[in-house]
Structure formats: C-alpha cells, structure tokens
C-alpha cells in the first residue's frame, strides 16, 4: 500500500493550488482518503475527508468554503483543491487512507509522504 502526496509549493496569499494523492498497492474505490496538514511547531490536523460509496465529504472548519476534496477512482487519485489561500495554511501535507467526519488521524491506516505548501505572508 502507498499513497503519494503531490503539488504543493510557494504560493502568494490569495492564490490556489491542487494537491494529488496517488495511491497503489489498493483498490481506492472502496476506500475513503483524507488529508491532514501539519504547520511547524504544531499538531497535526485534518483537513478533509472524501467518503468511498456515497462521495460524502467533510472539512475543517478553518477551510470551509475554501478547498474541496475529490477522487477520479479510474485515476486511483483524490485531489485537494485550495483556493483564497492565507499564510496560516502553510503546512505540510499529507494524504492517508481511512477516515471519518471526525478527520481524526486514529482512524487512518495509511499514510503518504507530504508536500510542502507554502503561502507568502
């Protein structure tokens, strides 16, 4: 099982970035995938989480409004869409397999190697 996190980079307040998650070695379609950040010196968090069957998906509250969550399961890869960017969003980001509408990482199995998403203050 891998899953690999791509797509971050430097960014100016404001703009967006897609952040992809790979995965292999696992049929993603019977899988929900989230993506958690982690800023420096802080906790890691979840940011968002796309259901399997139904597509559900769920959000931080700090990105509400701002990112959306999508899977293509003929691509085996879910997307991250951010958008209105803020320098607090700085982080690196992971994409991990399993998850529920708590984005709590317990409920993760898998995780991928981050990207690095930097915002400009």
């Known amino acids: 099982v891998q899953l690999q996190a791509s797509g971050g980079g430097l960014v100016q307040p404001g703009g967006s970035l897609r952040l992809s998650c790979t995965a292999s070695?696992?049929?993603?379609?019977?899988?929900?995938i989230a993506w958690f950040r982690q800023a420096p010196g802080k906790e890691r968090e979840g940011v968002s989480c796309i259901m399997s069957s139904h597509g559900r998906t769920y959000y931080a509250d700090s990105v509400k409004g701002r990112f959306t969550i999508s899977r293509d399961n003929a691509k085996n890869t879910v997307y991250l869409q951010m958008n209105s960017l803020r320098p607090e969003d700085t982080a690196i980001y992971y994409c991990?397999?399993?998850?529920?509408?708590?984005?709590?990482?317990?409920?993760?199995?898998?995780w991928g190697r981050g990207t690095l998403v930097t915002v400009l203050q």
């Open positions: 070695g696992f049929t993603l379609d019977y899988y929900p």
């Open positions: 991990a397999r399993e998850c529920g509408s708590h984005l709590s990482e317990y409920e993760s199995d898998y």
